[in-house]
């Protein structure tokens, strides 16, 4: 890799971070980012960012090191059991025999192909080994163990292979797995709803021409990149069933729709659930049909009579209404609140950055508050495979390296501080991240959960702390600003995304006062959807 003049590298010093920005680079460019380390516990920090590639089909290879058969079991050192060390989430595994001392040169032997000396017969083995997993990435993990016995080096570079010897046929492309899908036609029926998972911008293009079409309600989540509705209407407002929800794309983060579809079980409502990736997600376990396809043509594939002017404009209205009343309260406020910074973020990212969104608190209020005013999606990113707070910088940093555009990092300072050390991930980045920290120096999510009223709350779930990051900031030699109002908060981010430079902003909140603003608007909700 070091002397292929082609390859884009991303060095860090720990390999959890490192692991999380490669899936970064598969979630932004749709190619493997391809994970390279030492044998023993370097493996396992992986482990983190393969079950996230896995729960959602990012491209992800890992290339790891490993000792030879003949040393597992004596105690030699580094060497642990790496065979299927991350069990049956790889797409692909492949345990590669330790390369053997023979000549690059042409066989004199008279040995047949694919003997110990026969050099090509090595060469065919492991060009079509790695076409294979080259291939099988494209939809989630693949794993190459690789086994070495000292020493490690060639002595003269000379000895390597070169592309010459490579037979091209070898890297013949057989395909994709698209080949041989069924040929998906989808009716609907009745009155439509689509509800839009995560997605590409391309994706969430079509789905919204898919809405045109049937003339139906779309609700998006804020990792589709597109928002023309909320999914927290259903937790709020009175509205007319559909008689078919169509979901198209990945995950959907709203608690409150999983609550509210619930509800719709046994009322003969179709679900259809259509897939890029073919990974099932129906948490509610309800009756539905789950279609892999591509979402590029969704106006071929999808065909019905278009819903009523009745059941659009109910679900209009209730997304209009629900939205005056987030933009009454966080536009001008000047009080910070975690509401009103994802309000502001939502609205003011540039239309052609990146947009990464931590777990937690922070996707919740994004999705909550978001009010962005365009139907043109825009690349959002999240890892809500595994919904871990952990490798968040990490993958931020692959994602901005990837697509080769500016990122704005939103995430709390617990996920923050479980990341600290891909800073050093963003100080060397060639495109600026802005980092929103957000700090309520706790788990606040917890404060809206019944547990909030137990006498361990405090110490066992909040798990509050001391820490701020100015000083990290500067060990690794970042920008770092201090933001104490909604002012403040426009100023130095707009400033940011002028400059293009990277910058960690931390924003201290209050827990009780976001909980008062999050009541607060909740209750002028409920209100304006009991007088119609």
Request: proline share 6%; glycine share 8%.
């Amino acid at each position: 890799m070091a002397r292929h003049g082609k390859v884009k590298i991303i060095q860090h010093f720990d390999e959890r971070g490192l692991a999380f920005a490669a899936l970064g680079y598969g979630r932004s460019t749709g190619k493997a980012g391809v994970f390279v380390c030492t044998s023993g516990t370097a493996v396992a920090n992986a482990f983190p960012a393969v079950i996230e590639a896995a729960t959602e089909g990012v491209p992800l290879l890992l290339f790891t090191a490993d000792r030879p058969d003949e040393l597992r079991g004596t105690g030699a050192n580094q060497t642990i059991e790496q065979r299927n060390i991350f069990g049956d989430y790889p797409e692909m595994f492949r345990h590669m025999p330790a390369p053997e001392d023979v000549s690059v040169h042409t066989n004199s032997k008279g040995d047949p192909p694919g003997s110990t000396n026969d050099f090509a017969g090595h060469l065919t083995f492991l060009v079509k080994t790695l076409h294979e997993c080259f291939g099988a990435s494209r939809y989630g993990p693949v794993h190459l163990n690789w086994m070495f016995r000292e020493p490690f080096t060639v002595e003269q570079e000379n000895e390597l292979p070169t592309p010459e010897m490579i037979d091209s046929s070898l890297l013949k492309d057989e395909g994709d797995k698209s080949t041989g899908k069924e040929s998906i036609r989808i009716e609907t029926v009745g009155e439509t709803l689509i509800a839009l998972g995560s997605c590409t911008p391309d994706e969430a293009t079509e789905a919204l021409k898919l809405s045109k079409k049937l003339h139906c309600p779309l609700l998006a989540d804020v990792t589709s990149g597109l928002r023309v509705g909320s999914f927290e209407l259903p937790a709020d407002f009175s509205l007319p069933k559909p008689d078919t929800i169509l979901h198209v794309g990945g995950r959907i983060t709203s608690k409150s729709w999983h609550q509210w579809t619930e509800t719709l079980r046994d009322r003969d409502v179709l679900f259809v659930h259509l897939t890029p990736t073919g990974r099932v997600v129906n948490p509610n376990r309800l009756d539905q049909m789950t279609h892999q396809t591509t979402l590029d043509n969704l106006v071929d594939i999808v065909d019905g009579e278009p819903t009523s002017d009745q059941f659009l404009q109910a679900w209009h209205d209730a997304g209009r209404g629900r939205d005056r009343v987030v933009e009454k309260n966080l536009v001008d406020t000047e009080r910070l609140s975690e509401p009103a910074i994802a309000h502001f973020l939502c609205r003011n990212c540039p239309e052609t950055d990146n947009f990464f969104i931590g777990n937690s608190m922070p996707i919740r209020d994004l999705d909550w508050y978001g009010t962005r005013k365009s139907d043109d999606p825009r690349p959002v990113f999240a890892n809500r495979g595994a919904s871990g707070i952990d490798g968040l910088l990490a993958t931020a940093t692959g994602v901005a390296i990837g697509s080769g555009s500016p990122t704005t990092v939103m995430l709390g300072d617990l996920s923050a501080l479980h990341d600290l050390n891909s800073l050093a991930l963003i100080a060397k980045s060639p495109w600026p991240l802005i980092v929103v920290i957000i700090n309520n120096q706790s788990g606040h999510i917890f404060d809206l959960l019944p547990v909030r009223e137990s006498s361990h709350f405090e110490q066992f779930f909040a798990t509050p702390h001391a820490f701020h990051f100015k000083d990290a900031a500067a060990m690794f030699g970042i920008p770092y600003q201090r933001v104490t109002s909604m002012s403040g908060l426009r100023g130095a981010y707009n400033a940011a995304v002028d400059e293009r430079k990277s910058v960690v902003m931390e924003i201290v909140t209050d827990r009780t006062y976001n909980t008062e603003v999050r009541q607060l608007i909740r209750k002028e909700i409920l209100r304006c959807s009991k007088q119609g």
